[in-house]
């Protein structure tokens, strides 16, 4: 068996989710895949993996899969509240935030640009983000931030080293840092939100 179809598979299937082809909920089956694609279990069972790997599926108990995310709506509504509480987050810790912090956000975000592993970009993305809000002190509110930035996983499977999308956040990360530098409060919020206006077209 050639080790890289499993490969083509999944990302013949990331293709489907990506064009929502397979939307959020739908459910996967190896048996299905296996006659979709003339190949024994063993290469979609590989396939299934990078994609949970890559945050686009979830298990269910059946032993199948199925698409991860949300409904275009529910996203919307989630990045609307999570575009909320990070601005209040941000615009309370910017007094605060020491060198230290700033240079942990710079470190994390050169890990960010180099990183492959969609669930390791996840973290450092959560990690960056903390960074700058951690010095508005309120532990409720960086629980709620870090458990809505968690609900939609999918995205971190499109920013691939390298990708323009990876890119553009990349840009915008780094706008952030130096407004942040700086002291600039509206700066600040301003870059936030172009971020989450790219987010909205991903």
């Not at 489907?16 to 279990?41: H, K, M, N, W």
């Not at 996840?122 to 870090?146: M, P, Q, S, V, W």
């Amino acid at each position: 068996m050639d080790p890289n179809f499993p490969g083509t598979i999944a990302g013949a299937i990331e293709a489907d989710i990506r064009r929502g082809r397979l939307p959020p909920g739908a459910v996967l089956r190896q048996d299905e895949l296996a006659a979709r694609f003339g190949v024994s279990r063993q290469p979609i069972r590989l396939a299934i993996e990078a994609l949970r790997s890559a945050g686009l599926v979830t298990p269910r108990r059946d032993r199948s899969v199925e698409v991860a995310g949300i409904s275009a709506q529910a996203r919307e509504e989630l990045l609307t509240l999570r575009q909320l509480v990070e601005r209040e987050a941000l615009l309370i810790a910017l007094p605060h935030l020491d060198r230290r912090s700033l240079l942990e956000a710079r470190h994390l975000q050169d890990r960010l640009e180099i990183e492959t592993d969609p669930r390791l970009l996840e973290e450092l993305d959560c990690a960056f983000h903390a960074t700058l809000y951690k010095a508005c002190g309120n532990a409720r509110l960086l629980k709620l931030i870090d458990d809505l930035r968690r609900e939609d996983r999918r995205p971190y499977a499109q920013q691939r080293a390298g990708s323009p999308a990876r890119k553009k956040w990349a840009r915008q990360h780094r706008q952030l840092l130096r407004r942040c530098a700086a002291g600039d409060a509206a700066g600040a919020v301003a870059a936030l939100d172009a971020h989450f206006t790219t987010m909205r077209g991903s």
